[in-house]
């Protein structure tokens, strides 16, 4: 490794934005907005904001309808008040230095229907149940099995794509400096990309060109909102979380790279693993190198990245950003401990979801530590 030059502080361009350094918050789930209505409170922004020396934030999934919700406690941005809760995290961040995308989500069949408008099914592409996948529903009753869900009729889908318009519209309303599709995890724009949960029959199903249809409508109609150059999406190419599977993710995922590049996004998110950190069978390189070279803009690589790691991948040109998450939850100063390599707190994985102030916003900086 080239120690004299460290590219993880180089100053980039990400579309338009200038980031002062290549380490970027992934977008972590934290359930602690404030209820009722799934609103971010004043905690949130000052959890944002004790991270805002990223070179970018990604702000935790936020659901662009009530239909979208699959856990307890989740943001939303399609009320005016969830809109007004996260202008103060966009402004608390902003006044602390930093720049902060919005990642745009709808969770699909990853619900309940406790969660639901009037107690309906979740929707889904097809009405597959995702064998062994739990949502936490409540306090009181905490993780439950998702049950099987409704497919969407042909006619339902464009609704779906204009409920992502109107949540990037919120977003751009809110004061975000861009968003992310969220494409990834086994989500809804995951489950119509893959074979294991999209079996229609009609022009979102079956062949790869039909099963990317729906995602890139999405990307379509945000760019009647947002530039080009502040849109980003994520995916999750090999990630086996929430009971997803695809016959074939080369071909899946390059032609969905293509469709991307050829709207003209920013940026692809990849998450390079099954789901946080399972790294049993490697990178799956072939089909990292596959997008790589379907795609012209920013490549961001995720999935349990050491500092070390980021600093080889970026320099051997496997990617161009690289975003951390867990690492983020427990070390608000990242940037410098990375700066100086200085040892990093540990992660709680018992306060990930839900709760207070703890395990939140008190994860000490370096200064604080000595
Ligand atoms: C507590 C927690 C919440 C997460 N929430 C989200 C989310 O809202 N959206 C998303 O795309 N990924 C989410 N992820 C995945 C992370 O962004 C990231 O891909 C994963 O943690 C692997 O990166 P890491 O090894 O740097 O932690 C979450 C992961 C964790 C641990």
């Given at each position: 490794?080239?120690?004299?030059?460290?590219?993880?502080?180089?100053?980039?361009?990400?579309?338009?934005?200038?980031?002062?350094?290549?380490?970027?918050?992934?977008?972590?789930?934290?359930a602690?907005?404030?209820?009722?209505?799934?609103?971010?409170?004043?905690?949130?922004?000052?959890?944002?904001?004790?991270?805002?020396?990223a070179?970018?934030?990604?702000?935790?999934?936020?659901?662009?309808?009530?239909?979208?919700?699959?856990?307890?406690?989740t943001?939303?941005?399609?009320s005016?008040?969830?809109?007004?809760?996260?202008?103060?995290?966009?402004?608390?961040?902003?006044e602390?230095?930093?720049?902060?995308?919005?990642?745009?989500?709808?969770?699909?069949?990853?619900?309940?229907?406790?969660?639901?408008?009037g107690?309906?099914?979740?929707?889904?592409?097809?009405?597959?149940?995702?064998?062994?996948?739990?949502?936490?529903?409540?306090?009181?009753?905490?993780?439950?099995?998702?049950?099987?869900?409704?497919a969407?009729?042909?006619?339902?889908?464009?609704?779906?794509?204009?409920?992502?318009?109107?949540?990037a519209?919120?977003?751009?309303?809110?004061?975000?400096?861009?968003?992310?599709?969220?494409?990834?995890?086994?989500?809804?724009?995951?489950?119509?990309?893959?074979?294991?949960?999209?079996?229609?029959?009609?022009?979102?199903?079956?062949?790869?060109?039909?099963?990317?249809?729906f995602?890139?409508?999405?990307?379509?109609?945000?760019?009647?909102?947002?530039?080009?150059?502040?849109?980003?999406?994520?995916?999750?190419?090999?990630?086996?979380?929430?009971?997803?599977?695809?016959?074939?993710?080369?071909?899946t995922?390059?032609?969905f790279?293509?469709?991307?590049?050829?709207?003209?996004?920013?940026?692809?998110?990849?998450?390079?693993?099954?789901?946080?950190?399972?790294?049993?069978?490697?990178?799956?390189?072939?089909?990292?190198?596959?997008?790589?070279?379907?795609?012209?803009?920013?490549?961001?690589?995720?999935?349990?990245?050491?500092?070390?790691?980021?600093?080889?991948?970026?320099?051997?040109?496997?990617?161009?950003?690289?975003?951390?998450?867990?690492?983020?939850?427990?070390?608000?100063?990242?940037?410098?401990?990375?700066?100086?390599?200085?040892?990093?707190?540990?992660w709680?994985?018992?306060?990930?979801?839900?709760?207070?102030?703890?395990?939140?916003i008190?994860?000490?900086?370096?200064?604080?530590?000595?």
């Amino acid at each position: 490794m080239n120690q004299a030059h460290n590219p993880l502080f180089d100053t980039v361009t990400l579309g338009d934005l200038t980031l002062p350094n290549r380490i970027i918050m992934s977008p972590l789930t934290r359930a602690r907005a404030s209820q009722p209505g799934d609103v971010p409170s004043d905690m949130n922004a000052t959890y944002y904001a004790q991270r805002a020396s990223a070179g970018l934030i990604i702000s935790e999934a936020t659901q662009v309808c009530p239909e979208g919700k699959g856990y307890a406690f989740t943001p939303g941005i399609y009320s005016s008040e969830q809109v007004r809760g996260w202008r103060k995290v966009t402004d608390a961040v902003h006044e602390a230095g930093g720049r902060i995308h919005a990642q745009l989500w709808h969770v699909g069949r990853i619900s309940h229907n406790e969660l639901q408008p009037g107690g309906a099914s979740p929707v889904a592409p097809s009405a597959i149940t995702p064998e062994g996948s739990q949502v936490f529903i409540s306090a009181e009753s905490g993780m439950v099995d998702v049950p099987q869900p409704r497919a969407l009729e042909t006619e339902e889908i464009p609704k779906v794509v204009e409920q992502f318009r109107q949540g990037a519209e919120n977003a751009r309303e809110a004061g975000f400096d861009g968003i992310e599709i969220h494409a990834a995890n086994g989500y809804l724009l995951d489950q119509f990309l893959r074979t294991g949960s999209n079996q229609r029959t009609d022009e979102y199903g079956g062949s790869v060109e039909n099963r990317v249809r729906f995602p890139l409508m999405v990307v379509e109609a945000v760019k009647q909102v947002w530039p080009t150059a502040r849109i980003g999406v994520r995916v999750t190419p090999t990630g086996s979380f929430n009971s997803m599977y695809d016959e074939d993710p080369h071909t899946t995922f390059e032609a969905f790279a293509r469709g991307l590049d050829e709207a003209g996004i920013a940026y692809l998110e990849v998450v390079e693993d099954s789901f946080q950190g399972n790294h049993e069978e490697g990178r799956p390189e072939s089909v990292l190198k596959a997008i790589r070279n379907a795609f012209s803009g920013t490549y961001i690589g995720n999935g349990a990245y050491s500092r070390d790691e980021a600093i080889e991948r970026i320099q051997a040109g496997y990617c161009d950003l690289v975003s951390f998450g867990r690492p983020m939850i427990a070390n608000p100063d990242l940037v410098e401990r990375f700066r100086q390599n200085a040892p990093l707190n540990r992660w709680d994985d018992s306060t990930f979801y839900g709760g207070d102030e703890r395990g939140y916003i008190d994860y000490p900086t370096l200064e604080q530590a000595q």
